[in-house]
């Protein structure tokens, strides 16, 4: 395991990185859940991989195990979608094409909220799709290379599309099809479709690390700065948005297990990935690519249940000096 210099800069990240490292070595042989394989290119990751990250708002990294192996981002990129949605079109305009409640269902159901016949959530892949559309550009490489500028600004570092995992998911991308086509039928995406849904697969085919996504989910907390670079990424004003939104629905159909027992707002993704935000203290991350029947990352739900009960990180903790993880830095 390698600890960032910040981390040993600062006395009391030892005591952090002891944590951290039980909580590696406490899960690293869970062998439950079963690495993706819908998109054929997902099924030849190593299932053995389990990083844990963390990243805070002053720049001090902690991480474990496999921190630096890369992986797809896959349904983590969704919210950081919406986030650029948002700053594009503004709040009213990304909800008439997009709503905000939880579906209940699986991310990738072919379903639209009946009343409004609108995807119920950016979290699941309807409203991602509907998304998808508001932030392409023409030509639509032009829409992909912003997002993955915007990324690797987040990150700190030039990231990269993994183009296997992209052409995997647009040869085997049938379901997204049909749900894209549906919202076409009722007007919420416009009729440049194939468009939508190579910007939505591009997206989902970025390669990461556990500390990129650290760093991504960092700079959300830190109100949209990236906390090493200090550069703005994100419009601060729309991210109370996008972090009430994963709050409810980043989990899927264990959104309020989620919620319940760990009480971040954080998303996952069938890469294996998951990240949590804890507002203006840190960014989460974990990854282990065998995945429970929701589709989440079964080491990295454990690993996370137990961060947030060392560290006091439920939103609703009600013991002052337990629920801020800024007091483990003092």
């Known amino acids: ?87 594009r079109w503004g709040r009213e305009k990304v909800l008439k094409h997009v709503g905000v409640e939880p579906s209940g269902d699986a991310f990738n159901s072919i379903e639209l909220d009946a009343k409004n016949t609108r995807p119920f959530n950016p979290m699941i892949n309807a409203g991602a799709i509907a998304v998808s559309s508001l932030i392409k550009q023409e030509p639509v490489e032009a829409g992909v290379q912003h997002f993955l500028t915007t990324m690797s600004k987040a990150a700190g570092r030039e990231l990269k599309i993994d183009q296997d995992v992209l052409n ?31 910007q939505y697969f591009a997206q989902c085919s970025v390669l990461v690390t ?7 989910a960092a700079t959300m907390a830190n109100m949209g700065m990236n906390p ?7 419009d601060f004003q729309f991210i109370k948005y996008v972090l009430t939104v994963m709050f409810t629905c980043g989990l899927y159909d264990y959104a309020g297990g989620w919620a319940y027992e760990v009480g971040l ?9 998951i990240f949590g935000v804890v507002n203006r203290q840190l960014g989460i991350s974990v990854y282990s690519p065998k995945l429970d029947a929701q589709g989440n990352s079964v080491r990295g ?19 002052n000096v337990g629920s801020s993880f800024m007091q483990w830095l003092l």
Not at 265 to 273: I, N
Not at 301 to 319: D, P, Y
Request: proline letters at 4%.
């Open 1 to 87: 395991m390698q600890h960032s210099p910040a981390s040993e800069n600062t006395p009391n990240t030892a005591e952090i990185q002891q944590i951290v490292d039980s909580v590696y070595e406490k899960y690293k042989n869970v062998d439950d859940g079963e690495v993706a394989t819908y998109i054929p290119e997902l099924g030849k990751a190593d299932p053995s991989h389990f990083g844990i990250c963390l990243a805070t708002v002053e720049g001090h990294i902690i991480k474990a195990g496999d921190w630096d192996k890369e992986f797809t981002i896959q349904s983590m990129c969704k919210p950081f979608a919406f986030q650029m949605a948002l700053e």
């Open 210 to 216: 556990c500390q990129d996504v650290a760093l991504m």
């Open 228 to 234: 090493l670079t200090g550069e703005r990424v994100f």
């Open 168 to 198: 995997s998911e647009t040869l085997t991308g049938n379901r997204n099809r049909a749900i894209a086509y549906l919202m076409r039928n009722f007007g919420i995406i416009d009729e440049q479709v194939n468009e939508s849904l190579h």
């Open 301 to 319: 739900i454990l690993a996370c249940k137990e961060l947030a009960g060392h560290f006091g990180l439920h939103a609703f903790e009600f013991t």
């Open 265 to 273: 707002p954080a998303k996952s993704g069938v890469g294996g990935g």
